[in-house]
């Protein structure tokens, strides 16, 4: 597997970044750290209090802090390690670090958490980090979604906030309007992406497969994508964008900024949708809920690690980075701060509530995300999950362009993903 990746050709913004961001022996003292949350609300300026603080304990050592957009991301962060250039500080999504570790590209943390004593019991969606024995990674986030409402449209159409999947889509249909009468809406009662990578595109589309009872896997890893529920679930989103209720060609950064702007009604979204909601237009008339479809989509969300084909001296200057985010001072700003549910058992979340009054209903969402075991990574294709999200991608694009019947849908659904499982 190695020798294939190692063959991955560089796209050209992927060169100009390898070329951008290559480490020579000068440049030893500076840490490159990719995100794709760089300028995500407050995850992007909780990044940058650790950073901070890491570069005033380490003088001399500074972090090149750089973005790649989401859907890009996964593509690009093989090609840099394919390429003999890592970041040092490895971000992935929960999804995608299967990848990297499998090819060795990720340090085995189990001696750095012993030779610190540092305890992880208790320290939530921490197993899905563990691949083949070993510790890859550390959980950032387990999170339950909320569900995001603009008060002021629900209260101008006469309409309740919802809690059923009926009612949900009454409001979402109630409330997408054009609003000065040019034929083009201008205000949507909902938004999903609808371009861009896999892994988001499917977590959207799980709001409406998990409210009708489907899931991609059973519990022993078996595909279980031809059911009546799965039929039922892309049915209630092939309606939302059928019939308009949800912007086109966007990516979810986009459908966020027009929620925060007062451009929609409902948006189903994670915990990090509040500091996104508080910095736009219309922060005063949004409100956060619990979502309308039950369970709420949840899981493990993004990771933290470091590459393994580093120095040693690079190395233990990326623990003790990672060792700041772990901290219970910056495990309490990611809740203060950030938005999120800390995974530390060790978080004093105390008074949260008085920065982010919501968050008891965070603490809600994440506790019923678990208690239905819901996970973004499907059992049995953990390691096939991007060839996996491309295929779906691919099929529900093609049914809501072709206008196929889901009926007929999950049966190819099926079939490609039984043959991706085996290989």
């Not at 380490?58 to 890009?72: A, E, I, Q």
């Not at 093609?398 to 049966?411: F, G, N, Y």
């Amino acid at each position: 597997m190695k020798s294939l990746l190692k063959t991955v050709v560089c796209t050209a913004a992927t060169a100009a970044l390898l070329s951008t961001t290559a480490l020579t022996a000068a440049q030893a003292e500076t840490l490159r750290f990719i995100s794709w949350q760089n300028d995500d609300g407050g995850m992007g300026d909780w990044w940058r209090a650790a950073i901070a603080k890491f570069e005033a304990e380490n003088p001399g050592t500074s972090v090149d802090f750089t973005k790649v957009d989401r859907g890009s991301y996964a593509d690009t962060m093989t090609t840099l390690f394919a390429g003999g250039q890592p970041p040092h500080i490895v971000h992935l999504a929960s999804f995608e670090y299967q990848n990297f570790a499998e090819n060795g590209w990720m340090e085995n943390l189990d001696p750095w958490f012993e030779k610190d004593g540092i305890d992880m019991t208790g320290w939530a969606g921490q197993s899905t980090c563990v691949w083949k024995g070993e510790t890859a990674c550390v959980m950032l986030l387990y999170f339950g979604f909320v569900m995001g409402y603009n008060e002021k449209i629900l209260a101008e159409a006469g309409l309740e906030v919802p809690t059923t999947w009926d009612e949900y889509l009454n409001v979402v249909r109630a409330t997408t309007k054009d609003l000065n009468g040019d034929g083009i809406t201008d205000q949507f009662g909902t938004g999903h992406e609808t371009v861009g990578g896999a892994g988001q595109y499917l977590t959207e589309l799980l709001n409406y497969v998990l409210s009708a009872g489907a899931y991609w896997t059973d519990k022993e890893g078996n595909v279980t994508m031809d059911t009546p529920e799965m039929i039922e679930g892309l049915t209630r989103y092939k309606t939302i964008i059928d019939e308009g209720l949800s912007p086109r060609d966007m990516k979810s950064g986009d459908v966020r900024n027009l929620f925060a702007d007062g451009k929609m009604a409902i948006r189903l979204d994670g915990p990090w949708i509040y500091p996104i909601m508080q910095k736009g237009a219309a922060a005063s008339d949004l409100k956060i809920a619990v979502p309308a479809m039950s369970p709420p989509v949840g899981g493990s969300s993004n990771v933290l690690g470091m590459a393994s084909e580093i120095s040693d001296d690079e190395k233990e200057l990326v623990w003790k980075f990672m060792k700041i985010v772990m901290s219970p001072e910056f495990q309490r700003t990611y809740a203060t701060d950030a938005g999120n549910t800390p995974p530390s058992p060790a978080a004093d979340l105390s008074g949260v509530e008085e920065s982010v009054p919501h968050f008891p209903l965070l603490v809600e969402t994440q506790q019923a995300a678990a208690a239905a075991g819901v996970d973004r990574i499907p059992t049995g294709l953990e390691i096939q999950y991007g060839e996996f999200g491309k295929m779906v991608q691919e099929e529900v694009l093609r049914m809501i362009i072709e206008d196929l019947d889901p009926a007929d849908v999950v049966k190819v659904l099926q079939e490609k993903a039984v043959a991706i499982q085996n290989g």
